[in-house]
């Protein structure tokens, strides 16, 4: 049985497209928009830190509003597949929070004239919500080696 929460909304980014429905189409790309962001606001923060004042690193719009999208559609992911959407709720909040604290982290590299790191954890996280969303979104291209195997 399909339930139909948000009604209009439900026609469109519920809908299957090549056997997975279209919000995860569009999670895909959001969270690889967000990955772009966090490149982006990196390059920005190296060149940030060069001040040495802590209180001039700023966050990317970019990266800013697709973790906030992010959380909103997996969210709603979770209304259309209730299974993968639990999950991919869980790794984008992962995400999101390996983020805050990430930021918060290169602020003290800055505020003791440390060299930038990487933001691994965020990376990591997102690399890992990725390879989930891929299997979600493109599991029909290993659907059938999956159920010889299976």
């Known amino acids: ?7 209009p909304i439900d026609a469109v980014l ?18 690889v ?13 190296k060149s940030e830190a060069e001040s040495g004042d802590w209180t001039q690193l700023s966050r990317h719009p970019l990266r800013v509003a697709t973790s906030f999208l992010l959380v ?14 639990m999950v991919f709720s ?17 602020q003290v590299e800055v505020r003791n004239d440390r060299t930038l790191d990487t933001p691994k954890g965020a990376i990591a996280a997102s690399v890992l ?7 979600q979104t493109l599991f029909f291209v290993i659907a059938p080696v999956w159920n010889a195997v299976i």
Not at 33 to 45: D, I, P, T
Not at 129 to 135: K, P
């Open 72 to 85: 909103v559609g997996s969210f709603y992911y979770l209304t259309v597949a209730p299974h993968g959407g």
């Open 90 to 106: 869980v790794l984008v909040l992962g995400v999101f929070l390996t983020d805050l604290f990430e930021f918060e982290s290169r």
């Open 1 to 7: 049985m399909v339930y139909s929460l948000f009604g």
């Open 14 to 31: 519920a809908q299957p497209v090549l056997e997975a429905p279209l919000i995860a189409y569009v999670l895909l790309g959001l969270l």
């Open 129 to 135: 919500a990725l390879l989930y969303i891929l299997y």
């Open 33 to 45: 928009l967000n990955m772009v962001g966090r490149a982006v606001e990196h390059s920005r923060h």
